[in-house]
């Protein structure tokens, strides 16, 4: 299995670019969307602050993969080829999915301005609310290793000009190249 795991800093653009591969046709997997369950499941918003403080949570309790532990558990069932995992936070994610597959990791950057402007634009429960809370939440997903991720990623993509459908475009491009050169 190919596992193609996408990394970048909050508001990049890696969602962008997963669902562009996913309306593709390969299956997705969206670390986050673990994240909102599990702070739904305690019975809280998952607005930035709680959706926060559940991801340090689960890190803390069960180690720097446990929101990848969770994911393997879908990916394992399932028969694809392909699968696409939107929202690498650090390099024992990627070691955790490695388990189950050749794993490639694409990062998308922007600049911080960029940035602040999608995450306030996408209207998420969990968007920063003012840029003091957008620098906290770039600290927290730094301090967690996010930096090493992107360092170690195979091919990067750039969201500083390019619109929602370029970044697909190049993305599905990669990703197909590499399954490509694989078969």
């Given amino acids: 299995?190919?596992?193609v795991a996408i990394t970048g800093m909050p508001g990049a653009g890696k969602s962008t670019a997963?669902?562009?591969?996913?309306?593709?046709?390969?299956?997705?997997?969206?670390?986050?969307?673990?994240?909102?369950?599990?702070?739904?499941?305690?019975?809280l918003e998952p607005d930035e602050k709680?959706?926060?403080k559940v991801m340090l949570e689960l890190r803390e309790k069960y180690g720097p993969g446990a929101v990848a532990e969770v994911c393997l558990r879908l990916l394992n069932k399932?028969?694809?080829?392909?699968?696409?995992?939107d929202g690498i936070r650090s390099p024992a994610e990627v070691?955790?999915?490695?388990?189950?597959?050749?794993?490639?990791?694409?990062?998308?950057?922007?600049s911080r301005?960029?940035?602040?402007?999608?995450?306030?634009?996408?209207?998420?429960s969990d968007a920063p609310t003012d840029r003091r809370s957008f620098d906290e939440r770039d600290k927290r997903e730094l301090s967690i290793g996010v930096g090493d991720a992107v360092a170690l990623a195979h091919e990067s993509l750039s969201n500083e000009h390019?619109?929602?459908e370029e970044l697909g475009r190049r993305a599905v491009e990669l990703?197909?190249?590499?399954v490509a050169s694989a078969g």
């Fill in 162 to 164: 390019a619109t929602p």
């Fill in 78 to 85: 399932m028969k694809e080829g392909v699968v696409v995992i």
């Fill in 18 to 43: 997963a669902k562009a591969l996913e309306a593709r046709g390969f299956k997705r997997i969206v670390m986050g969307d673990v994240i909102r369950e599990e702070t739904r499941r305690r019975g």
């Fill in 95 to 110: 070691e955790v999915f490695a388990r189950a597959g050749k794993v490639k990791l694409i990062a998308v950057h922007a």
């Fill in 175 to 178: 990703v197909e190249s590499w």
């Fill in 50 to 52: 709680n959706t926060a």
């Fill in 1 to 3: 299995m190919l596992i």
């Fill in 113 to 124: 301005e960029r940035r602040f402007k999608l995450l306030t634009e996408r209207g998420r």
